[in-house]
């Protein structure tokens, strides 16, 4: 014998904190509406009726228009911020490797001691004098 069974539709309910939250998050660019749709699993048009609801710049009667590129512009900026940060990193890596090149040569060759050696004891001169 087979039951007849029926889905049973949730519904959730979600805190005002919660919603302002995701109101803020879209406000201030972390995040797209597709974007917070697919991480908290809550349709678009719930979220922009939040949107509608809760944000600060919204007036009566406009409508919140999320450009497309906007996104794509965000990751070009930060790759490209990327790229130059690591050719920066790379500058100073060379920088380094060749100072460390010259303090070897200057110690090999010219048997001059660049670098401190703190395994030495302090010399005489560093005790504190005894005001007369």
Not at 31 to 46: C, D, P, W
Not at 62 to 75: D, G, I, P, T
Not at 116 to 129: A, E, F, I, Q, W
């Amino acid at each position: 014998m087979r039951a007849n069974l029926k889905q049973i539709r949730k519904q959730r309910k979600y805190s005002e904190d919660f919603k302002r939250s995701i109101v803020d998050s879209f406000e201030k660019g972390e995040f797209s509406v597709l974007q917070l749709e697919k991480m908290y699993g809550i349709r678009n048009a719930l979220i922009y009726n939040w949107v509608y609801k809760f944000s600060n710049f919204n007036e009566k009667g406009c409508r919140v228009v999320e450009m497309e590129n906007s996104n794509q512009n965000k990751l070009k900026e930060l790759a490209s911020k990327v790229k130059e940060l690591e050719q920066i990193v790379g500058q100073k890596q060379i920088a380094i490797e060749y100072l460390e090149k010259m303090i070897e040569l200057a110690k090999t060759d010219l048997n001059i001691d660049i670098k401190k050696n703190y395994s030495l004891p302090p010399s005489v001169g560093s005790d504190l004098t005894k005001k007369k």
